[in-house]
Each structure stands twice: as structure tokens, then as C-alpha cells.
């Protein structure tokens, strides 16, 4: 038979397949035992190639891969999202260095998956079709199941990665209902085919395939940025996962999910805004308030983690209701900001417990100011910047947001979130309080000596990168601007 | 005559996805899964895809429930626990009632006549596997090379996850 092979555009996937063949060289040459020291480093270097090549492609338009079947489109807005997932898996793979020695798991695997899901990323922020979108949520949740359980030994690594497969499989389940009912209703995978139905004619059995497949959909995504009711495996996995991780889970994985979340609410359902904004404002506040309050009383330092990410999830789905250009970039702009910030806050506890102290609670963070003065103060300025004081990025971040959100003419959910975010200064500010104000009571094991030179570079860039945009944020507001500009 | 075929296959399938709810022997939840998983496959059949109607029964009736049938057998599961659950089984029966509602309005509106969204049925080779290779080939070019990473990460994973303890291999 007669079979004519599209028209493909290689150039529009570069940075998915710069990003495969990375972790794939990663794989390769990390089965040989003398290169074991080196892998770290060669992952850097290979995501450092990655992310040039990714620089070099801004603003070169929107080029589809194929005409026919686009699957994926390389924009400004998948390119940055590309980037600030590189830059988060580069810091991960910093503080990630003598963690992984200290509990040997420091394996060509690691870092190589790491890199796939980094890929599988990129291909959820570059797709246009739902078919690419799937897949690529399905190798970075394949990538994180195993990440998660890599420490065989540890009871808890075991549990949190049953755990979040067992979820996480479900959650995908949801996914694939919703968009079997999407196709249901509008005969293709495309977004763009989607859109085109919403936008038209529509009799009421359509209107009911496409807000079941939106709400399915919804369950799915929400469950991997952790919105509630959907947030229960939050702090179980992070306390569980090996802490670098963690910071990667909590960082990468969501801002992925967030990336998607704009292309399909800007771009594929304006035409069903009136039935989701109620739901996502509901469950927005209620996301907002479960991760502050919850905050409040824990004392285990991930899973205070855990609740303020889900906190962070909740200001995050906010400007979502205006549904404008400034609304998402001032998403994205917050998504990179909650990138070092997270990344700080769990790359302290990794190289702490790197040095075998343990780090578990607040209390083993007191004294820390004066044992360790260079980490307490990153610490210090990550959780300033968690709570939203100035002049650090964290107050940017939220003013941006909140002003969006005003903008959009939804005053009284900027009032609640703000609200809640004052709350949040309790939990905050008592880490800075333990680790300055109370003296240790007995020195723990490792506490004072050399912290790991790699993970205390990525410690201090993402505190001065922290400060620096706290004092200069134009710049980096207008890559977020020019990001969602692409955006139809 | 199509239609008590398609009555035969749902009745079967329905009935045993009941049934193997109900069931408490794990081996013979397996087994009622291979009827339902045999049952939507001739449910295929007749919507002309055969090629997908093979594939059911070739991989899911076969290598992933002789697989169940294997892990079922080596865990040495005989019966399900009971005890659990106490509380979550009525919740379940309310929540489940409250799904189900809308779907069955959902089922009703299209008894109403709403349009029903159908496949190129009908056209000359559909559902053979020339028509879903050459799809495969074209159409899906990217998802299939994206699919062949997935599996290389399972893969990984599948060996990483298994492997005993931290082995070193330098010797």
C-alpha cells in the first residue's frame, strides 16, 4: 500500500529529544563503575547543553512538529516551562550529590531518571494534543514512582512509593476517562479541535461529555499539584522520598501540572469558564486554607513542608478565575519563584542530613544559627521568602499574583488568600525562631563541620537568586509576560 | 441479530464484573476478569475492529491475567481478610448511588436523541492492522517514539526497584 510519511518538524522537539538522549548517555555511562564519582556532574553538564539549546529557540515562533497531527508545538511558553524545570533538576542534582552518597544511592539510575522526567516535562509543556500529554505525564510519574523508592532500605522510601503509585495510577485512570470523553464529544485528541467545538454549536449531550471530561481531567491534575480533596499523599511521600527528591516532587512535578493546567483552561475551555470558576475558587480556598492550617501544627519539617506546597498550590490556582494574559504570567512568574524556594527549603534538610545529623523536626533545628551560621541563613531567607516578606522574590511572587487576581475582579478570593497567607507567617517565622532563639540541647552527631561544597552552591544560588529578584523582578516578569504571550 | 450478540456480550460482561466483585476467592476473581475482559472483546468484534479485539484477548485475557493468576498464587492469597473497611463500605454505597446518578442522566439524554459521536466505521479496512499500522506510522508517529521511552523507563525502574540492597559491582 501506498503510505505517504508526514511532514515532521524535529526542530519543534528538540528539547525533548536534547533532553532523552541526556539521561539516556546518564543510563549508559553510569553502568560503568569507574565513572560513578563523575555521573553528577555529566548529568549538569548534559542539562546545562539542554538548556542553551532550549535559550537558543526563544522567540523563534510557534513551529508545530508535524501539520497534520501537531502533537506537540515549540512556543515561548513550553520553552520557558523547559527551562525552569532544568534549572530545578540542575539544583536538585546539586543538593542531590552527598545526599546520595551518604545513603549510597548515588547510581547511574538516579540521575538518569531524574533526567527522563525531566523530558517527560517538557513534552506535558510543549503538548497540544492530549495523546502527547498523557504520555508525557506518564514518564514523569513512572520516573517519580521509582525516584521516590529508590532507597530500598528505608521503610518510609517503600511506603511513599506505593503509595503515590497507587495514587498516581488512579489519578491517571481519571485522566484517560476525561479524555475519552473529550474525544467523545468532539471527535479528536487536538486542543485546538476541542476548542473549536466548545466554541460552537453545542447540544446538551456534547455540553455533558466535555464538563465531564473538564472535571475528570480536573481530579487528575489536581492531584498531582496536590489541591485538595486531593492533596491526602502529599506529606506521607515527601517525609518518605529521598529529600532531594522531595524538592524535586515538589517543585517539578507541580509547576509541570500547572504549565498544563494554563494551556487548557486559557486556551481549551474559556468557552465552559462559567461552570468551572465556582469549582476552582471553591476548591482553591479550601486548598489555601487546609495547607496553611494544617501547617500550623507540625513539627516533622517535611511534611510542614508538605502542607505549605499545598498552600502554594492553593495561591497558585487563584488567578486562574480572571483567565487573562496577566493572570498567567503572573502563574508562571510565581512558579519560578516557588521553584528556588522550595528547592532551598528541602535542599537545607538534604545537606544537613547528608552529614548524617538528623533533621527530621524543628527541634533538631535549634541552634542551628550558630553551628552552621551560612545555612541557617539561606534557611532564613528561604522561609522569608516562603512567607511573602519583602524584599525577597516570595513578595513579589505574591504581589503579582494577588494583583492579578484583584484585577480580575476577584477581590474577595484575593482577601481570603492573603488572610490565610498571614497565617503562614506562624509557621514560617517559628523556623527562624528554633534555628536562631533556642539553643540546642545537645549537640547532634554531624552537626558542625563541612557541609557538601556542591549542595551549599545550589544552597546559595537559590538564596541570592531569591534576593535578586526579590530587589529586581522586572526581568524575570517579562520572560513570564513573553512566555504567555505565545499563548492563543 | 446484531443486537443479541451485543445483548449476549454486555449481559456476559456486566454479569461477570459482578460477580467477580461479589467473589471472595481471589482465583476466581481472576477468572470471572478473563470472561468480562473475553466478553468487551467480542463487543470489538462487532464495532469491526478486530485487530483491537485480538489484541484483548491475546494481551490482556492472556500474558497480564496469567500474570495476576502468578503473583495470586506465589503471594499464597487464599481469601480476601474480612473485618475491614466497616465504615467506608456505606459510605461507598452512598457515594457510588450519588455518581451514578448523573451518568444515568448523562445515558438518558442520549435516549433523547443526542448525537452520537461515531469512528470511521464502515470504511474499507477499518479496524485491520494495515489501516492502525499505518496510523501508527503517521498520525501517532510521535506519541509511538514517546511510548518507546516510556518503556525504557519502566524498564529501569523495574530493575532498580528489584535489585537486592546496594550490590557493588567493583571487584
Known amino acids: ?488 | 441479530m446484531e443486537l443479541y450478540f451485543f445483548l449476549f456480550f454486555a449481559v456476559v460482561a456486566v454479569a461477570s464484573s459482578v460477580a467477580m466483585i461479589l467473589q471472595r476467592n481471589p482465583i476466581y476473581c481472576v477468572l470471572l476478569l478473563i470472561m468480562v475482559m473475553i466478553s468487551i472483546a467480542g463487543l470489538y468484534l462487532m464495532l469491526d475492529a478486530q485487530f483491537v479485539a485480538i489484541i484483548q484477548v491475546v494481551v490482556y485475557a492472556g500474558a497480564i491475567m496469567v500474570l495476576f493468576l502468578f503473583v495470586i498464587m506465589l503471594l499464597n492469597l487464599s481469601r480476601e481478610e474480612g473485618g475491614a473497611f466497616r465504615i467506608q463500605k456505606p459510605l461507598a454505597v452512598l457515594l457510588t448511588v450519588l455518581l451514578f446518578l448523573p451518568v444515568a442522566a448523562m445515558v438518558m439524554s442520549y435516549a433523547g436523541g443526542g448525537t452520537t459521536p461515531s469512528a470511521d466505521g464502515g470504511q474499507t479496512g477499518f479496524g485491520e492492522v494495515e489501516q492502525i499500522g499505518s496510523l501508527l506510522f503517521t498520525k501517532y508517529l510521535l506519541p509511538v517514539e514517546i511510548a518507546a521511552v516510556l518503556l525504557l523507563i519502566a524498564i529501569v525502574g523495574a530493575v532498580v526497584l528489584t535489585r537486592k540492597g546496594t550490590v557493588s559491582v567493583d571487584d
Not at chain 1, 167 to 180: E, H, K, P, V
Not at chain 1, 328 to 343: C, G
Request: charged share 10%; proline share 4%; glycine share 10%.
Open chain 1, 1 to 488: 500500500m501506498n503510505m505517504a510519511l508526514p511532514a515532521i518538524n524535529l526542530y519543534a522537539v528538540m528539547p525533548q529529544i536534547f533532553l532523552v538522549s541526556a539521561a539516556t548517555v546518564v543510563l549508559i555511562i553510569g553502568l560503568f563503575e569507574r565513572f560513578r564519582k563523575g555521573i553528577p556532574y555529566l548529568s549538569l553538564l548534559l542539562l546545562a547543553v539542554s538548556g542553551v539549546f532550549a535559550v537558543n529557540q526563544l522567540g523563534q515562533g510557534p513551529v508545530a512538529f508535524s501539520d497534520t497531527s501537531p502533537m506537540m508545538v515549540m512556543d515561548d511558553f513550553g520553552l520557558v516551562a523547559t527551562l525552569v524545570f532544568i534549572a530545578g533538576a540542575m539544583l536538585t542534582v546539586l543538593i542531590s550529590v552527598s545526599y546520595a552518597e551518604a545513603r549510597s544511592i548515588d547510581r547511574g539510575e538516579y540521575y538518569a531518571l531524574l533526567i527522563y522526567a525531566v523530558s517527560g516535562m517538557s513534552m506535558m509543556a510543549a503538548s497540544t494534543d492530549l495523546f502527547s500529554f498523557f504520555l508525557g505525564l506518564e514518564v514523569l510519574s513512572i520516573s517519580l514512582y521509582v525516584l521516590i523508592g529508590f532507597e530500598q532500605r528505608e521503610a518510609g522510601s517503600n511506603e511513599g512509593a506505593l503509595k503515590y503509585f497507587l495514587l498516581g495510577a488512579f489519578a491517571s485512570g481519571f485522566i484517560l476517562y476525561g479524555m475519552a470523553l473529550l474525544y467523545g464529544a468532539s471527535g479528536s485528541t487536538e486542543y485546538d479541535v476541542i476548542a473549536r467545538t466548545l466554541a460552537g454549536e453545542r447540544s446538551d449531550a456534547v455540553n455533558l461529555l466535555l464538563l465531564g471530561g473538564l472535571g475528570l481531567l480536573l481530579v487528575g491534575i489536581g492531584f498531582k499539584i496536590s489541591m485538595v480533596p486531593f492533596h491526602a499523599w502529599t506529606p506521607d511521600v515527601y517525609q518518605g522520598a529521598p529529600t532531594p527528591v522531595a524538592a524535586f516532587l515538589s517543585t517539578g512535578s507541580k509547576a509541570a501540572a500547572f504549565v498544563v493546567l494554563i494551556r487548557l483552561l486559557g486556551s481549551v475551555f474559556p468557552g465552559l469558564q462559567m461552570e468551572w470558576v465556582p469549582l476552582i475558587s471553591v476548591l482553591a480556598i479550601l486548598t489555601i486554607a487546609v495547607g496553611n492550617v494544617v501547617a500550623l501544627v507540625q513539627t516533622n519539617l517535611k511534611r510542614l513542608l508538605a502542607y505549605s506546597s499545598i498552600a502554594h498550590a492553593g495561591y497558585m490556582l487563584l488567578p486562574f478565575m480572571s483567565n487573562s494574559q496577566d493572570g498567567s504570567a503572573s502563574i508562571v512568574f510565581y512558579l519560578i519563584v516557588y521553584t528556588a524556594m522550595n528547592l532551598g527549603a528541602f535542599g537545607v534538610l538534604a545537606v544537613l542530613a547528608a552529614r548524617g545529623a538528623s533533621c527530621a523536626t524543628l527541634d533538631d533545628l535549634a541552634g542551628l544559627g550558630s553551628r552552621q551560621p551560612l545555612l541557617a541563613a539561606v534557611m532564613a531567607v528561604v522561609m522569608f521568602s516562603l512567607a511573602g516578606i519583602p524584599p525577597t522574590a516570595g513578595f513579589m511572587a505574591k504581589f503579582y499574583l494577588f494583583s492579578a487576581v484583584v484585577t480580575g475582579g476577584y477581590i474577595e478570593l484575593a482577601v481570603i488568600g492573603l488572610l490565610f497567607s498571614g497565617v503562614s507567617l506562624y509557621y514560617y517565622l517559628r523556623v527562624v525562631l528554633w534555628m536562631y532563639m533556642r539553643p540546642a540541647t545537645e549537640a547532634p552527631a554531624g552537626a558542625t563541620g563541612r557541609l557538601s561544597f556542591s549542595g551549599m552552591t545550589a544552597l546559595c544560588l537559590s538564596a541570592l537568586a531569591i534576593l535578586a529578584v526579590g530587589v529586581f523582578p522586572s526581568e524575570l516578569l517579562q520572560l513570564a509576560e513573553r512566555a504567555v504571550m505565545t499563548l492563543p
